[in-house]
């Protein structure tokens, strides 16, 4: 603020960074941290009343901003400093000893350091201090804090006389108090204009410049505020009129003495009597409790200290017991990981002593015990990949050989051929073992996790029923636990059950390579739009295929002249048109000439091949047919699905339908179990696949629930599992229950790796391999043991006139079928391009 004067007054130097951020910076009230500058003596500065009122407004906004963001700070508690003159002014304050003396020191002793620098602080006001949480006094530096007490003349232009407010003045302010009792809060505004007379000596207001005495009687008048609460404006406004002759109120003289004392001391009138600063820093009042001031902060201090040990303490004890958990199953898994070792070493000595003894009589006894010993020496090193490394490097080096090399490899004995093959199959192997180290892993860890369940069960049934009166329960169940182990003997014992699935699985992952392309379906029809092929099937003796879509179409063809013959078209052997678009086929097992249809008009058809017509036409249906499909255990019986949300159970031999399911939602897929006539899945746009028994229609003996979308396609893959393809990009596989009315909803293994959003891309089984279609236009081949594909194979999308291949990402496979029970696949995709695929 601009006062028109040269000479700077007395008060806090303001830094010229402070200047320029316009704000009220905060400074400890330290000797090491207080920046001060000497006073010009001489005269006090004569401020108009309109700049005094002034300067009260911005000390206002400047607490109010204070104020706010101590509340939006949570308060004191949660770290925000607070003014000291809104802490004395706080309705309801308690008055504690050490806490007051604490406050008061701390200003003291920076008063103090000012004075020992020749300065004359002026400003020693509570509305100049904040608090912080642990009672740290600072400064805030502001314009209305860095002018001296005000001059007689002044404090009468504001209202203000030396011996208190004026009548007129006292009066607003009464009325105001009146007011703002009810509310118990002090007005703020008014109080910051009382605070520069109450804090003004009685010298400056004779019109005395301020001097070191002065700054004594603050002292006197902040003590004071410390030691004596109010519970009005009025009450305030009177006694602090009242402490200018020194009038001290009755509860303070009785509850505080000695302060009351000390206070009369430093207020004396006249200057040359009130103490000096040395005598106040030295007096028996302040250092009498200093102790116990030092005590309490220090205490506080250790409690912070002790509470943020006790946080960190917390968090490593959480830590420690999640590690601990985790050590304990990777211990737990590390032991029976190491008995499954010795269980293989077992059985892979017995099975070496028994191919000693048949191949003893050949002479080749030893060479085979010296190569098993040299793979067991391998496995004892399963950490180090060096037996891996030498495969690869072994494959390496042969196809660096040169031809000559190669000639002279190949004249040795046939040993060593086979030697050669063996090596570079395993090579091949253990390339794709580790390429999907981790994913074997968990099929490793969950294929152990069901026989320890399975085996629990199988406890638990035992002492249940086994306990008969005669020994205890649990020897009972032990031994009968230990009589099925020695009747199914050492090496096929309940212990090592799980080596047979998993081998078997990782046998079936490994015997195949890659998918080959056998031969393609060239039809003549390439350039016609509606070629999408919606179902394939072969004949009961696999001899012929038949093709079915949107171009209304039943196509056979015979397999061996498509594998055989290289022909440019091939066209089929029979050939029926439908209505309507064909949505799936489905020849019979035992009637060879007989293939079942359903179409987009729901209309189910079955016809007979050799005459290429129509032997039944079955319109029950209301909407779209989706599924159809002939029981195995009786090829008189046959089932559809449809949009209308039923199934329909229907016989050749009879007109109209002999049952009938309803379901809540469309049907996608149904299929009879392969040795029974009763059983019967269901694939539902629920999500869900349900199993009927056909001698109860009326609801599902179990319900599958594990799918987030439409269910597509539902097959058996053995009398007691089920697979289901859905359009949440997965398929599942599920063990069913033995026991009615389940409802299941943990697959045995989730398969994902293709891509399927929103089509029908065709689902097939053959000897525990599953193969489906994707929407990259590529076929994935599945084996139920592990979750990730086994093979995949890509159509490449070609243009029929320039031959040119190009990405259509709109292209998907539509269909696959296994040719019975062999390795070779037939898969279509949606251009109508259709190709045998066989594993090697």
Not at 830 to 840: A, C, R, T
Request: glycine share 6%.
């Amino acid at each position: 603020m601009d006062d028109g004067s040269e000479d700077a007054p007395s008060g806090w130097a303001r830094s010229s960074a402070s200047r320029a951020a316009g704000g009220a910076a905060a400074y400890p009230a330290s000797s090491g941290s207080l920046g001060l500058f000497r006073t010009a003596r001489g005269h006090a500065l004569v401020r108009e009343e309109d700049e005094f009122v002034g300067e009260a407004e911005e000390k206002e906004q400047q607490l109010r901003r204070m104020l706010s963001s101590a509340d939006e700070g949570g308060g004191r508690r949660g770290g925000a400093d607070v003014s000291l003159r809104e802490w004395l002014d706080r309705p309801g304050r308690a008055i504690d000893l050490l806490e007051c003396l604490h406050i008061f020191r701390q200003i003291v002793e920076a008063v103090g350091a000012a004075h020992e620098q020749g300065v004359v602080v002026g400003n020693v006001r509570p509305s100049c201090f904040v608090m912080s949480p642990l009672n740290r006094v600072s400064f805030i530096e502001s314009a209305s804090c860095s002018t001296s007490g005000s001059s007689p003349s002044s404090e009468d232009s504001a209202g203000l006389g030396p011996e208190g407010p004026s009548s007129t003045c006292f009066e607003d302010h009464s009325e105001a108090a009146d007011g703002a009792e009810e509310e118990k809060t002090f007005p703020l505004k008014r109080v910051l204009l009382m605070e520069s007379s109450w804090y003004t000596s009685p010298e400056e207001a004779d019109g005395s410049p301020g001097s070191f005495a002065s700054d004594i009687y603050r002292l006197g008048v902040l003590l004071f505020e410390l030691f004596c609460t109010f519970v009005s404006p009025v009450e305030k406004l009177t006694t602090m009129a009242d402490l200018r002759h020194r009038v001290l109120p009755p509860q303070l003289l009785l509850k505080w003495p000695k302060e009351a004392s000390f206070c009369l001391w430093l207020l004396h009138p006249q200057p040359d009597t009130r103490p000096k600063m040395s005598e106040v820093l030295h007096s028996e009042f302040l250092n009498r409790p200093r102790n116990s001031l030092e005590e309490r902060e220090s205490m506080a201090k250790l409690s912070e200290e002790i509470e943020d040990q006790e946080l960190l303490l917390e968090f490593l004890l959480h830590l420690q017991q999640r590690k601990q958990e985790v050590a304990d199953r990777l211990h737990d898994s590390i032991c029976f990981i190491s008995d499954d070792i010795q269980e293989v070493q077992d059985q892979l000595s017995v099975i070496t002593q028994s191919s000693y003894f048949k191949s003893d009589k050949d002479g080749h006894g030893h060479s085979l015990i010296a190569k098993i010993d040299q793979l067991k020496q391998c496995s004892h090193n399963d950490l180090d990949s060096s037996c891996f490394g030498s495969r690869k490097r072994f494959k390496l080096e042969y196809k660096n050989l040169n031809e000559d090399e190669r000639n002279n490899l190949s004249s040795e004995p046939v040993d060593s051929e086979t030697d050669l093959h063996i090596q570079q199959s395993i090579a091949s192997k253990s390339s794709r073992l580790m390429k999907n180290f981790k994913k074997l892993e968990a099929a490793y860890f969950s294929t152990r996790c069901r026989l320890l369940r399975s085996t629990h069960k199988l406890t638990n049934k035992s002492l249940h029923v086994t306990n008969s009166g005669t020994g205890s329960a649990a020897r009972t169940g032990r031994s009968s636990v230990d009589d099925i182990v020695l009747k199914e003997g050492h090496t096929h014992g309940r212990r090592n059950e799980w080596i047979n699935p998993f081998l078997e699985g990782l046998c079936k992952y490994l015997s195949f390579s890659k998918l080959k392309v056998r031969a393609d379906l060239k039809q003549g029809d390439l350039l016609n739009t509606m070629n999408l092929v919606c179902s394939m099937g072969f004949d009961r003796d696999k001899e012929f295929l038949a093709t079915a879509g949107v171009n209304k179409k039943i196509k056979v063809f015979e397999c061996d002249m498509i594998l055989n013959e290289d022909r440019d078209i091939h066209y089929p052997v029979v050939e029926m048109a439908n209505k309507s678009k064909l949505s799936c086929i489905c020849w019979n097992s035992y009637i060879k000439n007989q293939i079942a249809s359903s179409d987009f008009e729901g209309v189910v058809q079955v016809w007979d091949v050799t005459r290429s017509q129509s032997l039944a036409e079955m319109k029950e249906h209301e909407r779209r047919v989706w599924s159809v499909d002939f029981s195995l255990a009786d090829p008189t019986k046959l089932a559809s699905g449809s949009d209308d949300g039923t199934v329909k159970l229907w016989s050749i031999n009879k007109a109209g339908s002999v049952g009938t399911i309803r379901t809540k939602a469309n049907v996608c897929s149904i299929q009879f179990q392969p040795d029974s006539t009763y059983s019967l899945a269901v694939g539902s746009a629920d999500h869900n696949v349900y199993c009927f028994d056909l001698r109860n229609l009326r609801m599902p003996f179990c319900t599958l629930d594990g799918h987030k979308k439409t269910v597509s396609y539902v097959k058996y893959l053995d009398s007691s599992h089920v697979v289901s393809a859905s359009t949440d990009n997965s398929l599942k596989l599920w063990d069913l229950p033995t026991s009615t009315s389940r409802t299941l909803d943990n697959p045995l293994q989730t398969f994902t790796g293709h891509t399927n959003n929103k089509n029908f891309v065709g689902l097939s089984v053959y000897d525990g391999y599953i193969a489906t279609g994707s929407e990259t236009n590529e076929v994935f081949i599945y084996h139920k043991a592990f979750p990730m594909p086994v093979l995949s194979y890509k159509f490449s999308t070609a243009d029929p006139i320039s031959g040119q291949e190009n990405d259509d990402a709109m292209q998907f496979v539509s269909c696959v079928c296994w040719r019975g029970q062999s390795s070779t696949l037939l898969a279509a995709n949606s251009s109508g391009n259709i190709k045998f695929l066989e594993m090697i």
